[in-house]
T-cell receptor, first 115, second 114 residues
Framework: DAGVIQSPRHEVTEMGQEVTLRCKPISGHNSLFWYRQTMMRGLELLIYFNNNVPIDDSGMPEDRFSAKMPNASFSTLKIQPSEPRDSAVYFC?????????????FGEGSRLTVL | GDSVTQMEGPVTLSEEAFLTINCTYTATGYPSLFWYVQYPGEGLQLLLK???ADDKGSNKGFEATYRKETTSFHLEKGSVQVSDSAVYFCALSDRLDSNYQLIWGAGTKLIIKP
């Protein structure tokens, strides 16, 4: 079975540019999570979807960040405009059964560098 | 609110040494407890879990026992290998939280020297 697939794996962009990160969750999983990881702040939950509906977006840092899940097999995280402080590794994770088990399956991450 | 505290790293050991990484938690409800591992350049993956007091989770030679009386879930391994070098995260999921969100520790970096 394929795991969680994220793209791109690496993105280097200039301040002010739009960045779109993509995620394909594991088939049959109905919960999807976007996390951000930095040395300074560790692992932060940005947003959580259940059955394609955003349930908790309290971790989204500001209006420059937006996330969508148009169907069960695809989600995007968009940053517009990007800033150097957005540089981080962004992880997508999926989970079965509304995340009840606490068992998340992570993708390999998208490393974003904003110059 | 709920929280997880892990020992600070990095933890540096020689191959075949005994490993303990401490994890303690606070929770208002009835948490399940987890250890995740992140190898360099990869995403996190579940290492082991325990869902109730006195449960022992185990996987790949690692063990952790859910101790309600000490609110702890320490990770142990009897003989570490270079390939165990990674960052280890302790986490909890509180069943009184309707969203079942995971609360994460800060992570402990483990370095094993040959």
């Amino acid at each position: 079975d394929a795991g969680v697939i994220q793209s791109p794996r690496h993105e280097v962009t200039e301040m002010g540019q739009e960045v779109t990160l993509r995620c394909k969750p594991i088939s049959g999983h109905n919960s999807l999570f976007w996390y951000r990881q930095t040395m300074m702040r560790g692992l932060e939950l940005l947003i959580y979807f259940n059955n394609n509906v955003p349930i908790d977006d309290s971790g989204m840092p500001e209006d420059r960040f937006s996330a969508k899940m148009p169907n069960a097999s695809f989600s995007t995280l968009k940053i517009q405009p990007s800033e150097p402080r957005d540089s981080a590794v962004y992880f997508c994770a999926s989970s079965p059964r509304r995340g009840r088990t606490g068992e998340l399956f992570f993708g390999e991450g998208s490393r974003l560098t904003v110059l | 609110g709920d929280s997880v505290t892990q020992m600070e790293g990095p933890v540096t050991l020689s191959e075949e040494a005994f490993l303990t990484i401490n994890c303690t938690y606070t929770a208002t409800g009835y948490p399940s407890l987890f250890w995740y591992v992140q190898y360099p350049g990869e995403g996190l993956q579940l290492l082991l879990k325990a869902t109730k007091a006195d449960d022992k989770g185990s996987n790949k030679g690692f063990e952790a026992t859910y101790r309600k009386e000490t609110t702890s879930f320490h990770l142990e391994k009897g003989s570490v290998q270079v390939s165990d070098s990674a960052v280890y995260f302790c986490a909890l999921s509180d069943r009184l939280d309707s969203n079942y969100q995971l609360i994460w520790g800060a992570g402990t970096k483990l370095i094993i020297k040959p």
